[in-house]
């Protein structure tokens, strides 16, 4: 069965760094894409980027370019998502998911990440 | 970046009933649409994608249709279990991935 295990919920403050986690199993990691989709409270589903796990290469959306970043370790089957410095702003949930092409064929259980002071 | 639009925001049908979401593109996006159900406090999970194919265990209750800027997702007979909010995506010029803002369908 096709799994994408993300890491637990995170209380931050402004400021602190943070890297949340997206484990694949079930499947080959290196033949599929992972992606990162942002919901705020509310809110729709906006994409962040996407990287390849078998070269690393990486597409970011240029509302979070620079503002986040992408990596992955394929020795443990894992992509992350991370930040330097927090924002209140990026108090949201955070999906990943597998493709191949251009839709999320299957979804982590998602991330949630609250930033307060 | 092509912007997606769904309509209507809220859409009140009684169990049984058609439901019928609209989706267009700011530009032609040719059938690379996929559609998503969305129940509160779970993932978003794939409907259909080319804008017509169901995935992998969906009910044959769900069907898609159209292309270039018009799509739309039919329920046939709404069940409980499909009240949620469903979002289009496009993925014609990506990235990035394109969302639209979401249709919620609640009980009438």
């Known amino acids: 069965e096709v799994q994408l295990a993300q890491s637990g919920a995170e209380v931050k403050k402004p400021g602190e760094s943070l890297r949340i986690s997206c484990k694949g199993s079930?499947?080959?990691?290196?033949?599929?894409?992972i992606s990162w989709v942002r919901q705020m409270p509310g809110k729709g589903l906006e994409w962040m980027g996407r990287i390849d796990p078998s070269d690393s290469y990486i597409n970011y959306s240029p509302s979070f370019q620079g503002h986040v970043t992408i990596s992955t370790d394929k020795t443990i089957s894992t992509v992350y998502l991370e930040w330097s410095s927090l924002k209140a702003s990026d108090t949201a949930m955070y999906y990943c998911?597998?493709?191949?092409?251009?839709?999320?064929?299957?979804w982590g259980q998602g991330t949630l990440v609250t930033v307060s002071s | 970046e092509i912007v997606m639009t769904q309509s209507p925001a809220t859409l009140s049908v009684s169990p049984g009933n058609r439901a019928t979401l609209s989706c267009r593109a700011s530009?032609?996006?040719?059938?690379?649409l996929a559609w998503y159900q969305q129940k509160p406090g779970q993932a978003p999970r794939l409907l259909i994608y080319?804008?017509?194919t169901r995935a992998t265990g969906i009910p044959a209750r769900f069907s898609g249709s159209g292309s270039g800027t018009e799509f739309t997702l039919t329920i046939s007979s709404l069940q409980s279990e499909d009240f949620a909010v469903y979002y289009c995506q496009q993925y014609n010029n990506w990235p990035p991935w394109t969302f639209g803002q979401g249709t919620k369908v609640e009980i009438k």
């Open positions: 530009q032609s996006v040719s059938s690379n």
């Open positions: 998911a597998r493709h191949t092409g251009g839709f999320g064929e299957s």
């Open positions: 079930g499947y080959t990691f290196t033949s599929y894409w």
């Open positions: 080319g804008a017509s």
